[in-house]
């Protein structure tokens, strides 16, 4: 099935640096999410894009939904040890009452102390 | 806790059996999805469900099939188990498919065991 492109795949960092990932795509999508899993648990959304270009923040999270619809990043600031954990991109198409989401490959965060 | 529930929470089968997981969307919404998460394939969508009626298709195997009823519940079944069907799968839900704030929310999945 298809995926994203996610990078990095996985990221060692220390407590207190500021974090980024990007997501790349061959195809255009309606909405960018960005979502954090951790080992065992279901996906849990931290944001939503729905414009080309909207830079969008949830306390130490920044994203921004990519000019040519095709791409997003997310910095994370400040890191803590409880950001540990993988963070997936996700590309949305709506037709209608139709919606499918894509995701990326995944990043694997792991914050020392 | 994002008010998608799932059940099973585990479940441990032999190939060429049948189950069904179980999902309750959140209080009011009227979509749910299915996705399947393996370590080579990644989150793959299957199938989404609106109001009942089936709304779009990812890949979905033709063993597997779903359904959503009056309730807004709903059930993925998987038929003739293969060990590759070993995986999580998630359901997750969302207010509406149509334009902003329909994000989806997902369930704490089930973990499937084929032996």
């Known amino acids: 099935g298809q995926q994203l492109n996610q990078s990095p795949q996985s990221m060692f960092i220390q407590e207190g640096e500021d974090v980024s990932m990007n997501c790349t795509s061959s195809s255009i999508f309606n909405t960018w999410l960005w979502y954090k899993q951790d080992p065992g648990e279901g996906p849990v959304l931290l944001i939503a894009l729905y414009k080309a270009g909207e830079l969008t923040s949830n306390g130490r999270l920044t994203a921004q939904f990519g000019i040519t619809r095709k791409d997003s990043f997310l910095n994370i600031s400040a890191s803590i040890p409880s950001d540990v954990g993988i963070y997936f991109c996700?590309?949305?198409?709506?037709?209608?009452?139709?919606?499918?989401?894509?995701f990326g490959t995944g990043t694997r965060l792991q914050v020392t102390l | 806790d994002s008010g998608v529930t799932q059940t099973p929470k585990h479940l441990i089968t032999a190939t060429g059996q049948r189950v069904t997981l179980r999902c309750s969307p959140r209080?009011?919404?009227?979509?749910v999805y299915w996705y399947q998460q393996s370590l080579d394939q990644g989150l793959q969508f299957l199938i989404q469900?609106?109001?009942?009626?089936?709304?779009a298709k990812g890949n979905i195997l033709e063993r597997f099939s779903a359904q959503q009823f009056p309730d807004l519940h709903s059930e993925l079944n998987l038929s003739s188990l293969e060990l590759g069907d070993s995986a999580l799968y998630f359901c997750?839900?969302?207010?509406?498919?149509?334009?902003?704030?329909?994000?989806?929310?997902f369930g704490p999945g089930t973990r499937l065991t084929v032996l």
């Open positions: 209080s009011g919404d009227l979509s």
């Open positions: 997750a839900s969302s207010a509406s498919p149509g334009g902003g704030g329909n994000e989806q929310f």
């Open positions: 996700a590309g949305q198409v709506r037709t209608g009452t139709a919606s499918k989401l894509t």
């Open positions: 469900y609106y109001n009942g009626e089936e709304r």
